[in-house]
C-alpha cells in the first residue's frame, strides 16, 4: 500500500471510477441472489417436506382416531370345552396362539425385562426417543450399521398392530413412509393410553418364536405354565427372544437365546431393576434342560383334532355363515374361517367325554374288528422330467393301473408297497431322468373296512359323541365319516322316507296290509326282497318294518306316492343331499339315492322318532362366546320344530321295537330290561351297511364299509360291523352312565283296536283277527270292514295263494286282495282280484272244475307223492315266513301216510279225481319243480308280531298288538337287480 501523496490520489481515482464501482455492485447482487436463492431452495425444500411428511401423516389421520380399538392385539386362540367345562382343544390360526392376560398376571420382572432391552426410556419420551434415534444415525452414519433399532415399544406396538399385514414386505421407501406414520401415531397414541396400557398391549402382541404369540402363549409354551408364575430368568429368556424369534427361539437355538438373555440380566441390572443377588441367580440358573424337557412333553402330548373337534369347527363355520343365526353378523367364509381359528372364541361343545372316550375306547380297540384288517393306499406322486414338466399322480391312476376297485385293497402293507413300487417303475424312468424329490411323494395305509357312527342326546339334538373313521387319525379336517362321506342308507331310509310320512301323514297305520307279490317300478323292473324269490303275500306294514320288506315298502311308497315322501325328507327331516331325480323316484324308500345320505343326518331323523317327533338340527356346540366374553351363539335351548305328531313318532317306535325283538336286529339287543328301537340297512352288494337305533336316552347311528365301495360279505363279521359296534358302543355307555333300565311310554292318542290280520281293517266273520295300536284320530272307521274275507272264494293256498288243489295240505278259507292295491295295481305283474264291501264276488277259482282246468297251487298229485314230504312241506312253511304254524300242521296231517318217515311216494289221489294215470289232465307238469326256496330261515317263530311280552302300550298298561303272519303266494324267480337302487336292503 502506497501511504504517499500519490498513492492516495490514485486510490482516489480508483474508488472515483465507474467501471470499478458497477463491477462490485453485480458482484455483491450475485453474493445476495445466491444466498436467496440457497434460501430459496431451502425453503422450497423444507415446504415440499413438510408438505410430504403432512401427505403420509394425514394418511393415517383415520387412525389416529381408532388407536383404541387398533393398537390392540389381534388374533387370539379359541379354545372348546366338554359339556362339563373341561378344555378338549384349542385351536390357532398362523398368527393366533395369544392368549391375552391382563397386567396383573405380569409379573414386574417381566416388564422390566422388555423395558430395560427395549425402550430404557420409555417411561420418558411421548411415543418417540430423540436420543435412540440420534444414536441410531450417528451409528449409520460412522459405522454403516443400519441394525441399531431406534423404535420405542410405543412405535412396535403400532407396527404389529395398525400395520400388521403390510410392515413385512416393504420396499426401503415404503419403510421410511411407514417410520414416519408409525412415529406420529405413536405421539397420538401416547395421549390416549397410559404407559402400562401401551406395554400390556404389547406384551400381549409381539411374536415370541414360530407360531407363538404374546407372553401367556410363551410361557404356556417354553415353560408349560401360566405368566404369572415365571421367575426372572425365565423372563429374561422369553424377553431375549422379540429382536429375532427365529434365531433367539430357545428351543431351537439354546445357545443364541443364552446369549441374550444375559444381556437383558445385564440390562436390568444396570437400571436398576435388579438387584446383584438376584442377578447372579438368574445368570446360574440351567434353564434350558426344563425347556427341553417341556419340549419333549409337549411333542409327545400333541395331538391333531379328534373327528369330534373337526366336526365341531365345520360346524361353527357354517354357523357363522348361516344368517337365520347370526343375523346381521352373518360371516363370509373367509371371515368365519378367521373368527374360529383367531377370534378368541370359548366354545362350550355338547361333546359329553365319559360317552366319547368310550367310542374312542372301543373305536380305537383292533380286537374289535374282523381279522383279517384290509388296507387301502392313500397315494401322491410327483414326477420332475429333465424337460422341467411335471406329472402328478393319485389314487385314481393307481385304481387304473391295478384294475379297478377290489385290486386296490391289499391284506397287508407289504403288499401296498410292493404294488406301489410297480406303479412307481410304470411313471419314473430315471435313465431318461426322471427324478422324485424328498416331499413328491406321500403314502397312508387306511384300515378297512371303515366305520363311523354318530351319538346324539335326542332331547335336544345335540350330536355328544362321534368317530369318523378307523386308524391313526394323522391330519386335522381329515376326511370324516360322520359328517362329509355320504352313503347310501339302506333299509334305514324306509322309515324316513316311507313308514313315517306314511303314519303321519294319515295313509298308513301299521295294520295297513300290502301285498307281497310280484311287483314292478315304474321303469318296469322287478323289485327284489332280500330273503329270496319267494313271496309272503298280504302283510302289515309293522311286518315290513319288523322283517325289511321290500316290495311291500315299495308299494307302501307308491300307494302314499313319492311327493309325500320327498315332503318329510327334505321340509320334516332336513336331509342336505338329496337330489331333485331322488324326490321322484320310487327306488328312494330304499335308499337308492344318488349322492347318499350323511350318518350325521340321518341320525338327526331316528333322533327326531326317538323325541316323539320334535327335530333339531344336529349341533356340536351348547354356546359360542366372542373374545369379550358376549354370547355370539346360543344354542343351550334349541329352537325345535315338529316334524312327526308324538303317536306318529310312538308307532314307529313300536314297530322298530320289534326289529330288536324279533326281526332284523336283534343282536343289537343288549339289555332285555332296556327298550331298544331301530332298523338295520343293508345296501345293494352288501357296499354299506347300518343301523339306527336308540333306547330313551340316547340316539345312534353306525356304519361300515369300505372307502372305496367294495362289496362286503353277504354275511359274518364284516357284515354285522355296524350292529356289532353300535351294540358295543351303547351298552358300554348305558353300563358306565349307570343309565336306569326304561321303557317306552306311549303317548295320549294311542289306542288298541283288533282288525283283520289280512286286510287291516275291521274284522268280519272268516277273518284272522289280530290287536294292533292306532292314532286314535287313525282308526278304521265303522263302515271300514275287511274287504278280504268277502265273497264266495273257493278254498286258496296258504303258500301260493292261488285256488287250492284238492290234495293241496294248505288249504285256507279264500281271500281278495284289499281294495286299497287298486290305487297301484299297475304296479303289479300278476292281475288282482280286488274284492268289495257288499255283493257277491264269488267267481275266478275255487270249483273242483276251476282247480283241475284253471290255475292253481303247486300241490297237485305228483308233488304230494315226493319222498320225504314232510320235510318239504315244513320246508315250505318255513321259507315262506309261516314257519310259526308248523306245529298246528303237524297235528292236522296225522294219520296222513306221507307223515311217516318211511313214506316213498305213493297213491294219495283224492275222491273223485279223474283216474289219468295218476297225473291230472290240465296241462301243467308242476311234479319236478323246487320249491323249498333259499335256506333264509327268516327267525321261523319270529313272523307273530311283538310276542315279546312287554307292555309297553299306553305308559306299560296291556299287550302290545300281535297281528299274525300273512298266507305266502307261490316262489317266483326274480332278475337280477344290480342296478343299485339300494333295494337288495334289510
Excluded at 739 to 755: C, H, Q, S, T, Y
Excluded at 926 to 944: A, L, S, T, V
Amino acid at each position: 500500500m502506497n501511504y504517499g501523496k500519490r498513492g492516495i490520489i490514485s486510490q482516489a481515482r480508483v474508488l472515483s471510477s465507474g467501471t470499478d464501482k458497477w463491477g462490485k455492485k453485480v458482484g455483491l447482487l450475485g453474493f445476495y441472489s445466491l444466498i436467496s436463492g440457497v434460501l430459496a431452495v431451502a425453503i422450497i425444500g423444507a415446504s415440499a417436506g413438510l408438505g410430504v411428511f403432512m401427505g403420509i401423516k394425514d394418511q393415517v389421520n383415520d387412525y389416529a382416531d381408532r388407536l383404541e380399538t387398533l393398537a390392540v392385539p389381534k388374533g387370539f386362540s379359541t379354545f372348546v370345552l366338554d359339556s362339563e367345562g373341561n378344555q378338549i382343544a384349542k385351536l390357532d390360526a398362523a398368527d393366533s396362539n395369544r392368549v391375552v392376560v391382563t397386567a396383573d398376571k405380569i409379573p414386574e420382572n417381566m416388564s422390566n425385562a422388555f423395558v430395560a432391552l427395549e425402550d430404557e426410556r420409555f417411561y420418558e419420551h411421548n411415543g418417540i426417543d430423540i436420543h435412540g434415534i440420534i444414536r441410531a444415525g450417528f451409528k449409520a452414519l460412522s459405522s454403516g450399521d443400519m441394525s441399531q433399532g431406534a423404535s420405542t415399544i410405543t412405535q412396535q406396538l403400532i407396527k404389529n398392530t395398525v400395520f400388521s399385514e403390510t410392515w413385512t414386505n416393504e420396499s426401503k421407501l415404503e419403510k421410511i413412509k411407514r417410520k414416519i406414520q408409525e412415529q406420529f401415531l405413536a405421539v397420538e397414541l401416547e395421549k390416549q393410553q397410559s404407559k402400562d396400557e401401551i406395554l400390556v398391549n404389547y406384551m400381549n402382541t409381539i411374536a415370541l418364536g414360530q407360531s407363538v404369540y404374546g407372553v401367556q402363549a410363551a410361557a404356556k409354551t417354553y415353560f408349560g405354565k401360566d405368566v404369572q408364575d415365571l421367575d426372572l430368568s425365565e423372563c429374561a429368556v422369553i424377553a431375549g427372544i422379540t429382536q429375532n424369534p427365529s434365531k433367539y427361539d430357545p428351543r431351537r437355538h439354546p445357545e443364541n437365546n443364552k446369549e441374550k438373555r444375559n444381556i437383558v440380566l445385564d440390562k436390568m441390572l444396570d437400571q436398576g431393576y435388579i438387584k446383584q443377588e438376584e442377578y447372579d441367580i438368574a445368570k446360574s440358573d440351567d434353564i434350558y434342560d426344563r425347556i427341553k424337557s417341556v419340549n419333549e412333553e409337549t411333542d409327545q402330548n400333541k395331538k391333531v383334532n379328534s373327528y369330534f373337534v373337526d366336526a365341531l369347527i365345520e360346524d361353527l363355520i357354517k354357523s357363522l355363515m348361516d344368517e337365520e343365526i347370526m343375523g346381521d353378523k352373518v360371516m363370509t367364509k373367509q371371515q368365519a374361517t378367521n373368527e374360529v381359528y383367531a377370534g378368541g372364541l370359548k366354545v362350550y361343545s355338547s361333546q359329553n367325554t365319559k360317552i366319547q372316550n368310550i367310542c374312542d375306547e372301543i373305536y380305537g380297540n383292533p380286537e374289535n374288528f374282523p381279522k383279517g384288517t384290509k388296507i387301502y393306499p392313500q397315494y401322491l406322486l410327483t414326477v420332475h422330467h429333465k424337460d422341467g414338466t411335471v406329472d402328478n399322480y393319485n389314487n385314481n391312476h393307481l385304481d387304473k393301473f391295478f384294475g379297478g376297485r377290489e385290486k386296490m385293497i391289499f391284506k397287508s402293507q407289504e403288499d401296498v408297497d410292493a404294488a406301489i413300487e410297480k406303479f412307481k417303475a410304470s411313471v419314473v424312468d430315471e435313465a431318461k431322468g426322471d427324478e422324485v424329490n424328498e416331499y413328491d411323494e406321500s403314502l397312508e395305509y387306511i384300515p378297512q373296512p371303515q366305520v363311523s357312527i354318530t351319538i346324539a342326546d335326542q332331547r335336544n339334538g345335540q350330536i355328544v359323541a362321534l368317530v369318523g373313521g378307523r386308524g391313526e387319525k394323522k391330519h386335522n379336517r381329515s376326511l370324516n365319516r360322520a359328517t362329509q362321506s355320504p352313503r347310501q342308507p339302506g333299509s334305514t331310509f324306509k322309515i324316513a322316507a316311507c313308514f313315517a310320512p306314511g303314519i303321519d301323514h294319515g295313509d298308513l297305520t301299521l295294520a295297513t296290509t300290502f301285498k307281497d307279490a310280484e311287483f314292478k317300478y315304474e321303469t318296469g323292473k322287478i323289485v327284489k326282497n332280500h330273503w329270496g324269490a319267494e313271496y309272503r303275500g298280504l302283510r302289515s306294514v309293522r311286518y315290513a318294518i319288523i322283517k325289511s320288506a321290500n316290495v311291500l315298502t315299495v308299494e307302501a311308497y307308491t300307494y302314499i306316492t313319492p311327493e309325500v315322501g320327498a315332503d318329510y325328507l327334505k321340509n320334516k327331516f332336513h336331509f342336505s343331499t338329496l337330489t331333485s331325480g331322488d324326490l321322484k323316484q320310487q327306488a328312494t324308500c330304499l335308499g337308492g339315492v344318488e349322492k347318499g345320505v350323511y350318518c350325521s343326518e340321518l341320525n338327526a331323523a331316528y333322533a327326531t322318532i326317538a323325541n316323539g317327533g320334535t327335530y333339531y338340527k344336529p349341533h356340536l356346540f351348547d354356546r359360542v362366546l366372542d373374545h369379550d366374553g358376549n354370547v355370539l351363539i346360543d344354542n343351550h335351548e334349541p329352537k325345535g320344530e315338529r316334524a312327526l305328531k308324538e303317536t306318529s313318532a310312538y308307532l314307529l317306535t313300536s314297530a322298530m321295537k320289534d326289529v330288536v325283538t324279533q326281526g332284523t336286529a336283534q343282536k343289537v339287543n343288549f339289555d332285555k330290561n332296556t327298550d331298544i328301537a331301530g332298523k338295520t340297512g343293508t345296501t345293494t352288494g352288501n357296499v354299506d351297511v347300518w343301523f339306527a337305533g336308540y333306547t330313551n336316552y340316547y340316539t345312534a347311528t353306525s356304519w361300515a364299509g369300505y372307502d372305496n365301495n367294495v362289496k362286503l360279505p353277504g354275511s359274518g363279521e364284516e357284515h354285522d360291523l355296524a350292529k356289532t359296534m353300535w351294540t358295543k358302543v351303547m351298552k358300554q355307555i348305558h353300563t358306565d352312565l349307570e343309565l336306569a333300565p326304561a321303557r317306552f311310554e306311549a303317548p295320549d292318542g294311542i289306542v288298541k283296536m283288533d282288525v283283520c290280520a289280512k286286510s287291516g281293517l275291521r274284522p268280519i266273520g272268516g277273518c284272522e283277527v289280530v290287536s294292533e295300536i292306532f292314532d286314535k284320530d287313525n282308526v278304521p272307521g265303522e263302515e271300514e270292514t275287511c274287504d278280504v274275507h268277502v265273497g264266495g272264494m273257493g278254498p286258496m293256498c296258504l303258500i301260493d295263494h292261488k285256488p287250492a288243489c284238492p290234495t293241496c295240505p294248505f288249504q285256507q278259507t279264500g281271500e281278495r286282495d284289499p281294495q286299497r292295491l287298486e290305487k297301484i295295481q299297475s304296479g303289479f305283474t300278476h292281475p288282482l282280484n280286488i274284492g268289495s264291501s257288499s255283493g257277491d264276488n264269488s267267481g275266478g277259482g275255487g270249483g273242483f272244475f276251476d282247480q283241475l282246468l284253471g290255475e292253481h297251487c303247486h300241490h297237485d298229485f305228483s308233488f304230494m307223492n315226493q319222498p320225504g314230504l314232510y320235510g318239504i312241506l315244513t320246508n315250505e312253511l318255513t321259507q315262506s315266513g309261516n314257519g310259526d304254524k308248523i306245529e298246528g300242521y303237524t297235528q292236522s296231517w296225522q294219520g296222513q301216510p306221507w307223515m311217516s318217515d318211511d313214506w316213498t311216494g305213493g297213491d294219495i289221489m283224492p275222491d273223485g279225481w279223474p283216474d289219468n294215470g295218476g297225473q291230472p289232465d290240465d296241462g301243467h307238469d308242476n311234479g319236478d319243480q323246487d320249491h323249498g326256496g333259499d335256506q333264509n330261515n327268516d327267525n321261523q317263530n319270529h313272523d307273530n308280531q311283538n310276542h315279546d311280552g312287554q307292555n309297553d302300550w299306553q305308559n306299560g298298561g296291556g299287550d302290545q298288538p300281535q297281528p299274525q303272519p300273512q298266507p305266502q303266494p307261490q316262489p317266483q324267480p326274480q332278475p337280477d337287480n344290480n342296478q343299485g337302487d339300494g333295494n337288495q336292503d334289510y
